[in-house]
T-cell receptor, first 114, second 111 residues
Framework: EAQVTQNPRYLITVTGKKLTVTCSQNMNHEYMSWYRQDPGLGLRQIYYSMNVEVTDKGDVPEGYKVSRKEKRNFPLILESPSPNQTSLYFC?????????????FGPGTRLTVT | GENVEQHPSTLSVQEGDSAVIKCTYSDSASNYFPWYKQELGKRPQLIIDIRSNVGEKKDQRIAVTLNKTAKHFSLHITETQPEDSAVYFCATSGGSYIPTFGRGTSLIVHP
């Protein structure tokens, strides 16, 4: 089954404790990205990647890191989480091509930083 | 970069009425225009999309129209049902393939 998976689905942590949210897709997609969703602000892009070892900042990259060592995986790293990073996070992937950019979203990770 | 404006932010209708959500975009190179539906507690999922060489596309009760000259596209839902209640996002992408999303419309269908 074609899918995007994220782990964990829920996470409560404390300020400053490093964490990683994993994202994996089995569709051989070139493009992967991370979004955060906050009430009234829609989906804001954090980072994206167009290929292995190629990553770029989105609209709200501060406080986050990513890596793309393999095509299928795109982990999101919070080195020192702060309460303003409490949010719902979605990973997404897609093909790259004219009119082929349907985004497939993971199930979401709800993060609370206290 | 691309800018996508989506209106309204909230739309409340009675069951059976029609609902229309409109998005405007700025990049004339945009050529792919999808709409995603996000039910409460779920992930966004594609419900319909349109490419720049087509002016309208229908799928049962939903349709999307595109006006490339005016740079706007709209989602039309007819005979709304309570299960249509969700947040709807429009998006665009073009030569860079990087999607830009609207801020979303919360559609509430009252039984």
């Amino acid at each position: 089954e074609a899918q995007v998976t994220q782990n964990p689905r829920y996470l409560i942590t404390v300020t400053g404790k490093k964490l990683t949210v994993t994202c994996s897709q089995n569709m051989n997609h070139e493009y992967m990205s991370w979004y955060r969703q906050d009430p009234g602000l829609g989906l804001r892009q954090i980072y994206y990647s167009m290929n292995v070892e190629v990553t770029d900042k989105g609209d709200v990259p501060e406080g986050y890191k990513v890596s793309r060592k393999e095509k299928r995986n795109f982990p999101l790293i919070l080195e020192s989480p702060s309460p303003n990073q409490t949010s719902l996070y979605f990973c997404a992937s897609s093909r790259l091509g004219q009119g082929e950019n349907e985004q497939y979203f993971g199930p979401g990770t709800r993060l609370t930083v206290t | 970069g691309e800018n996508v404006e989506q209106h309204p932010s909230t739309l409340s209708v009675q069951e059976g009425d029609s609902a229309v959500i409109k998005c405007t975009y700025s990049d004339s190179a945009s050529n792919y225009f999808p709409w995603y539906k996000q039910e409460l507690g779920k992930r966004p999922q594609l419900i319909i999309d349109i490419r720049s060489n087509v002016g309208e596309k229908k799928d049962q009760r939903i349709a999307v129209t595109l006006n490339k000259t005016a740079k706007h596209f709209s989602l039309h839902i007819t005979e709304t049902q309570p299960e249509d209640s969700a947040v709807y996002f429009c998006a665009t992408s073009g030569g860079s393939y990087i999607p830009t999303f609207g801020r979303g419309t919360s559609l509430i269908v009252h039984p």
